[in-house]
T-cell receptor, first 112, second 113 residues
Framework: GQNIDQPTEMTATEGAIVQINCTYQTSGFNGLFWYQQHAGEAPTFLSYNVLDGLEEKGRFSSFLSRSKGYSYLLLKELQMKDSASYLCAVRDGSGGYQKVTFGIGTKLQVIP | DVKVTQSSRYLVKRTGEKVFLECVQDMDHENMFWYRQDPGLGLRLIYFSYDVKMKEKGDIPEGYSVSREKKERFSLILESASTNQTSMYLC????????????FGEGSWLTVV
């Protein structure tokens, strides 16, 4: 089975940097995703990590340490529109399937 | 653009009714998923399918069944709806292979009264 933990809520100031952490336990790790979800909408893809290290994509970066079962999403130059929930998801490839399990999400509020 | 289409955006059903939620994807993806999302519980996997006529239970399959007769279509069935199945249901699809992202439909808001 899988266990994914992330903080439930965070608040940050417009223009600042925020880091959202995610820890996981899984038997057959095969990649980690970050998704953004605005209220009432479907999740949209932000990033994917399968190897250790940092992946940068514009204002968003994602880091992975497989040995520690740890990832973070870094958002720079925060904008009001970044207020959303951020979901960490882990793909488990054991058994030949590609089951993807999501954490409960971190609700980020950006304040002026 | 990848398109995952869920047939109904909002539904209200009575307790005991049989409910069908339909999902169609247009990108020839092998994998398809059904999740439900509830406040404080996040997205929970109900069932997934990795090929036509193949299905695997997710974390909360009780009270649900699925059907995948064609590659592009994955249906979620509530045989006898109950009030605790009131939720938002999200269908998703992805191709096979590492790094391939999951694409979500718009979601179906189901209320069981």
């Amino acid at each position: 089975g899988q266990n994914i933990d992330q903080p439930t809520e965070m608040t940050a100031t417009e223009g600042a940097i925020v880091q959202i952490n995610c820890t996981y336990q899984t038997s057959g790790f095969n990649g980690l995703f970050w998704y953004q979800q605005h209220a009432g909408e479907a999740p949209t893809f932000l990033s994917y990590n399968v190897l250790d290290g940092l992946e940068e994509k514009g204002r968003f970066s994602s880091f992975l340490s497989r040995s520690k079962g740890y990832s973070y999403l870094l958002l720079k130059e925060l904008q009001m529109k970044d207020s959303a929930s951020y979901l960490c998801a882990v793909r488990d490839g054991s058994g030949g399937y590609q089951k993807v399990t999501f954490g409960i999400g971190t609700k980020l509020q950006v304040i002026p | 653009d990848v398109k995952v289409t869920q047939s109904s955006r909002y539904l209200v059903k009575r307790t005991g009714e049989k409910v069908f939620l339909e999902c169609v994807q247009d990108m020839d993806h092998e994998n398809m998923f059904w999740y439900r999302q509830d406040p404080g519980l996040g997205l929970r996997l109900i069932y997934f399918s990795y090929d036509v006529k193949m299905k695997e239970k997710g974390d909360i399959p009780e009270g649900y069944s699925v059907s995948r007769e064609k590659k592009e279509r994955f249906s979620l069935i509530l045989e006898s709806a109950s009030t605790n199945q009131t939720s938002m249901y999200l269908c998703a699809s992805s191709p096979v292979g590492p790094g391939n992202t999951i694409y979500f439909g718009e979601g179906s808001w189901l209320t069981v009264v």
